[in-house]
Protein backbone atom coordinates (compact mmCIF):
# COMPACT_ATOMS: atom_id res chain seq x y z
CA UNK A 1 0.00 0.00 0.00
CA UNK A 2 2.54 2.55 1.20
CA UNK A 3 4.69 1.76 -2.25
CA UNK A 4 1.82 2.22 -4.35
CA UNK A 5 0.80 5.17 -2.37
CA UNK A 6 4.30 7.14 -3.75
CA UNK A 7 3.80 5.50 -6.96
CA UNK A 8 0.88 7.65 -7.71
CA UNK A 9 2.43 10.90 -5.69
CA UNK A 10 5.29 10.44 -8.21
CA UNK A 11 3.55 10.12 -11.44
CA UNK A 12 1.28 13.26 -10.29
CA UNK A 13 4.07 15.93 -9.04
CA UNK A 14 5.82 14.67 -12.86
CA UNK A 15 2.70 15.60 -14.57
CA UNK A 16 1.64 18.96 -13.12
CA UNK A 17 5.74 19.77 -13.74
CA UNK A 18 5.22 18.79 -17.22
CA UNK A 19 1.55 21.13 -17.07
CA UNK A 20 3.24 23.57 -15.63
CA UNK A 21 6.61 24.00 -17.91
CA UNK A 22 3.67 24.68 -21.09
CA UNK A 23 1.00 26.69 -21.44
CA UNK A 24 -2.14 26.27 -23.93
CA UNK A 25 -5.88 26.60 -24.71
CA UNK A 26 -8.38 27.87 -25.85
CA UNK A 27 -10.99 30.77 -24.99
CA UNK A 28 -13.22 34.18 -26.12
CA UNK A 29 -10.21 36.01 -25.70
CA UNK A 30 -10.09 40.27 -25.33
CA UNK A 31 -7.26 43.23 -26.19
CA UNK A 32 -5.54 44.73 -23.49
CA UNK A 33 -3.58 48.06 -23.88
CA UNK A 34 -0.98 47.93 -22.47
CA UNK A 35 0.14 51.46 -24.43
CA UNK A 36 -2.30 53.21 -22.24
CA UNK A 37 -0.18 52.76 -18.90
CA UNK A 38 1.57 56.19 -17.86
CA UNK A 39 5.72 56.38 -18.14
CA UNK A 40 5.73 55.89 -14.33
CA UNK A 41 3.91 52.56 -13.75
CA UNK A 42 6.06 51.67 -17.64
CA UNK A 43 9.07 51.91 -14.86
CA UNK A 44 8.00 51.09 -11.82
CA UNK A 45 5.41 48.67 -11.67
CA UNK A 46 6.22 45.55 -14.19
CA UNK A 47 3.41 42.98 -14.23
CA UNK A 48 2.96 39.98 -12.46
CA UNK A 49 6.72 38.20 -14.09
CA UNK A 50 8.68 41.16 -12.89
CA UNK A 51 10.02 42.27 -16.00
CA UNK A 52 9.44 46.30 -16.48
CA UNK A 53 7.09 47.21 -19.18
CA UNK A 54 9.27 49.68 -20.58
CA UNK A 55 11.72 47.22 -21.83
CA UNK A 56 8.81 45.02 -23.03
CA UNK A 57 7.96 45.43 -26.70
CA UNK A 58 4.18 46.29 -25.53
CA UNK A 59 2.53 45.04 -28.88
CA UNK A 60 3.69 41.51 -28.48
CA UNK A 61 2.66 40.61 -24.71
CA UNK A 62 -0.48 38.68 -23.23
CA UNK A 63 -1.59 37.69 -20.20
CA UNK A 64 -2.54 34.48 -19.22
CA UNK A 65 -5.85 33.33 -17.06
CA UNK A 66 -4.45 30.99 -14.76
CA UNK A 67 -0.65 30.92 -15.02
CA UNK A 68 1.93 30.00 -12.74
CA UNK A 69 4.57 33.10 -12.24
CA UNK A 70 7.12 30.15 -10.99
CA UNK A 71 7.28 28.11 -14.24
CA UNK A 72 5.55 29.76 -16.97
CA UNK A 73 7.03 33.20 -16.81
CA UNK A 74 8.79 34.24 -20.04
CA UNK A 75 6.85 32.07 -22.28
CA UNK A 76 6.49 32.72 -25.77
CA UNK A 77 3.35 31.42 -27.56
CA UNK A 78 1.57 31.13 -30.46
CA UNK A 79 -1.32 32.72 -31.04
CA UNK A 80 -4.20 31.77 -33.71
CA UNK A 81 -7.30 33.17 -35.03
CA UNK A 82 -9.73 30.29 -34.36
CA UNK A 83 -11.88 31.65 -37.58
CA UNK A 84 -8.59 32.17 -39.74
CA UNK A 85 -6.28 29.64 -38.94
CA UNK A 86 -4.31 31.31 -41.19
CA UNK A 87 -4.11 34.51 -39.07
CA UNK A 88 -1.54 33.64 -35.64
CA UNK A 89 0.99 35.73 -34.18
CA UNK A 90 4.21 35.19 -31.81
CA UNK A 91 3.31 36.93 -27.86
CA UNK A 92 5.26 36.88 -24.80
CA UNK A 93 3.31 35.42 -21.59
CA UNK A 94 4.31 38.52 -18.94
CA UNK A 95 1.10 38.66 -16.73
CA UNK A 96 -1.51 36.97 -14.95
CA UNK A 97 -5.05 37.19 -17.07
CA UNK A 98 -8.76 36.36 -15.93
CA UNK A 99 -10.53 34.69 -19.28
CA UNK A 100 -8.22 33.13 -21.58
CA UNK A 101 -6.05 35.83 -22.68
CA UNK A 102 -5.62 39.05 -22.72
CA UNK A 103 -3.73 40.19 -25.78
CA UNK A 104 -2.02 43.94 -26.36
CA UNK A 105 -4.66 45.27 -28.93
CA UNK A 106 -1.86 45.33 -31.63
CA UNK A 107 -1.28 42.09 -31.73
CA UNK A 108 -5.15 41.33 -31.00
CA UNK A 109 -5.89 43.93 -33.80
CA UNK A 110 -3.51 42.40 -36.21
CA UNK A 111 -5.41 38.77 -35.63
CA UNK A 112 -9.32 39.65 -35.90
CA UNK A 113 -9.08 42.94 -37.63
CA UNK A 114 -10.77 44.93 -34.79
CA UNK A 115 -9.65 46.19 -31.53
CA UNK A 116 -12.50 46.37 -28.84
CA UNK A 117 -14.86 43.09 -28.89
CA UNK A 118 -13.38 39.44 -27.29
CA UNK A 119 -13.22 37.02 -29.92
CA UNK A 120 -12.29 33.14 -30.13
CA UNK A 121 -8.58 31.98 -30.56
CA UNK A 122 -6.01 29.32 -29.26
CA UNK A 123 -2.39 29.25 -27.96
CA UNK A 124 -0.14 27.24 -27.71
CA UNK A 125 4.05 27.12 -26.14
CA UNK A 126 6.13 27.27 -28.75
CA UNK A 127 10.30 27.88 -29.03
CA UNK A 128 11.87 31.04 -27.19
CA UNK A 129 13.34 32.39 -30.88
CA UNK A 130 10.01 33.22 -32.53
CA UNK A 131 10.02 35.96 -29.24
CA UNK A 132 13.62 36.86 -29.98
CA UNK A 133 13.64 41.02 -28.80
CA UNK A 134 10.64 41.25 -27.12
CA UNK A 135 12.09 41.84 -23.79
CA UNK A 136 15.72 43.70 -23.53
CA UNK A 137 16.85 43.13 -19.96
CA UNK A 138 18.26 46.06 -18.63
CA UNK A 139 17.18 48.67 -20.99
CA UNK A 140 14.54 50.53 -22.57
CA UNK A 141 13.13 48.67 -25.74
CA UNK A 142 12.47 50.67 -29.06
CA UNK A 143 11.46 47.85 -30.98
CA UNK A 144 8.11 48.28 -30.43
CA UNK A 145 5.37 46.95 -33.17
CA UNK A 146 3.94 43.30 -34.27
CA UNK A 147 6.91 44.00 -36.81
CA UNK A 148 10.04 46.40 -35.50
CA UNK A 149 7.42 49.12 -34.37
CA UNK A 150 4.36 49.37 -37.02
CA UNK A 151 1.19 46.48 -37.04
CA UNK A 152 0.91 44.76 -40.72
CA UNK A 153 -1.63 47.42 -41.93
CA UNK A 154 0.74 50.48 -41.58
CA UNK A 155 3.54 49.01 -42.96
CA UNK A 156 1.28 47.66 -46.11
CA UNK A 157 0.04 51.74 -46.44
CA UNK A 158 3.76 52.88 -46.08
CA UNK A 159 4.73 50.13 -48.42
CA UNK A 160 2.71 51.80 -51.04
CA UNK A 161 3.71 55.14 -50.43
CA UNK A 162 7.17 54.62 -50.93
CA UNK A 163 6.91 52.71 -54.27
CA UNK A 164 4.29 55.32 -55.91
CA UNK A 165 7.03 58.28 -55.43
CA UNK A 166 9.55 55.62 -56.68
CA UNK A 167 7.87 55.02 -59.88
CA UNK A 168 7.11 58.65 -60.47
CA UNK A 169 10.86 59.71 -60.32
CA UNK A 170 11.88 56.60 -62.48
CA UNK A 171 9.20 58.05 -65.20
CA UNK A 172 10.74 61.32 -64.93
CA UNK A 173 14.50 60.77 -64.97
CA UNK A 174 13.84 58.30 -68.11
CA UNK A 175 11.83 61.08 -69.65
CA UNK A 176 14.45 63.91 -69.18
CA UNK A 177 17.15 61.56 -70.41
CA UNK A 178 15.46 60.70 -73.38
CA UNK A 179 14.88 64.71 -74.46
CA UNK A 180 19.23 65.22 -73.41
CA UNK A 181 19.50 62.41 -76.05
CA UNK A 182 17.46 63.49 -78.50
CA UNK A 183 18.36 67.65 -78.37
CA UNK A 184 22.92 66.09 -78.55
CA UNK A 185 21.60 64.19 -81.31
CA UNK A 186 19.79 67.45 -83.47
CA UNK A 187 22.54 69.54 -82.18
CA UNK A 188 25.69 67.26 -83.67
CA UNK A 189 23.25 66.43 -87.35
CA UNK A 190 23.22 70.42 -86.93
CA UNK A 191 27.32 70.96 -86.22
CA UNK A 192 28.09 68.59 -89.25
CA UNK A 193 26.01 70.66 -92.05
CA UNK A 194 27.83 73.52 -91.05
CA UNK A 195 31.38 72.28 -91.34
CA UNK A 196 30.45 71.05 -94.74
CA UNK A 197 29.04 74.15 -95.83
CA UNK A 198 32.11 75.81 -94.75
CA UNK A 199 34.52 73.71 -96.54
CA UNK A 200 33.04 74.50 -99.68
CA UNK A 201 33.16 78.06 -99.48
CA UNK A 202 36.85 77.82 -98.93
CA UNK A 203 37.55 75.87 -101.81
CA UNK A 204 35.59 78.20 -103.77
CA UNK A 205 38.19 80.95 -102.73
CA UNK A 206 41.25 78.98 -103.25
CA UNK A 207 40.10 79.00 -107.03
CA UNK A 208 39.37 82.19 -107.45
CA UNK A 209 43.03 83.45 -106.10
CA UNK A 210 44.81 81.25 -108.69
CA UNK A 211 43.49 82.07 -111.27
CA UNK A 212 43.97 85.97 -110.71
CA UNK A 213 47.71 84.88 -110.26
CA UNK A 214 47.96 83.36 -113.50
CA UNK A 215 46.90 86.75 -114.93
CA UNK A 216 48.51 89.38 -113.61
CA UNK A 217 51.76 86.87 -114.42
CA UNK A 218 51.52 87.14 -117.83
CA UNK A 219 50.53 90.43 -118.28
CA UNK A 220 53.74 91.06 -116.82
CA UNK A 221 55.90 89.49 -118.98
CA UNK A 222 54.05 90.27 -121.42
CA UNK A 223 54.61 94.01 -120.91
CA UNK A 224 58.63 93.65 -119.83
CA UNK A 225 59.61 92.42 -122.84
CA UNK A 226 57.68 94.42 -125.72
CA UNK A 227 59.50 97.71 -123.76
CA UNK A 228 62.98 96.03 -123.89
CA UNK A 229 62.64 95.12 -127.35
CA UNK A 230 61.76 98.76 -128.56
CA UNK A 231 63.90 100.72 -126.64
CA UNK A 232 66.86 98.56 -127.74
CA UNK A 233 66.04 98.90 -131.54
CA UNK A 234 65.57 103.11 -131.24
CA UNK A 235 64.11 105.70 -133.51
CA UNK A 236 65.02 105.04 -137.70
CA UNK A 237 65.73 108.29 -138.25
CA UNK A 238 68.98 108.52 -135.49
CA UNK A 239 70.69 106.23 -137.05
CA UNK A 240 70.23 106.99 -141.06
CA UNK A 241 71.86 110.23 -139.88
CA UNK A 242 75.09 109.25 -138.15
CA UNK A 243 75.76 107.01 -140.91
CA UNK A 244 75.15 109.58 -143.51
CA UNK A 245 77.41 112.12 -141.81
CA UNK A 246 79.78 109.38 -141.32
CA UNK A 247 80.13 108.97 -145.19
CA UNK A 248 79.74 111.91 -146.27
CA UNK A 249 83.12 112.61 -143.45
CA UNK A 250 84.64 109.93 -145.44
CA UNK A 251 84.09 111.16 -149.19
CA UNK A 252 85.06 114.47 -148.58
CA UNK A 253 88.64 113.19 -146.62
CA UNK A 254 88.80 110.51 -149.79
CA UNK A 255 88.43 113.13 -152.85
CA UNK A 256 90.87 115.49 -150.78
CA UNK A 257 93.48 113.20 -150.65
CA UNK A 258 92.81 111.96 -154.73
CA UNK A 259 92.95 115.42 -155.43
CA UNK A 260 96.16 115.83 -153.68
CA UNK A 261 97.87 113.62 -155.28
CA UNK A 262 96.76 113.94 -158.99
CA UNK A 263 97.89 117.38 -158.50
CA UNK A 264 100.88 116.23 -157.22
CA UNK A 265 100.90 113.99 -160.49
CA UNK A 266 100.23 116.59 -163.13
Known sequence: MFKSALFTTLIASIASM?????????????????????????ANNPPACGMPYNQLNLARITAVAKMNTGSTCNLCLKVVNSANPSKFI??????????????????????FGQRYDASPASWTTVASSYCEGIYTPGKVNTNQGISGGSSPTTTTT?????????????????TKATTKSTSKAKTTSKAKTTKTKTTKTKNTKTKTSKSKKTKTTKTKKIHTTKNKKTHTKGPWWKTTKK????KTKNTRSHR????????QHY
Not at 158 to 174: D, E, G, H
Not at 256 to 263: F, V
Open 256 to 263: SHGDEKRR
Open 18 to 42: ANAATLSGSASITPQDYYGLPANAL
Open 90 to 111: YVLAVDLGGSGLDLSIPSFEYL
Open 243 to 246: AHTK
Open 158 to 174: TKKTTTKPATKTTTKAT
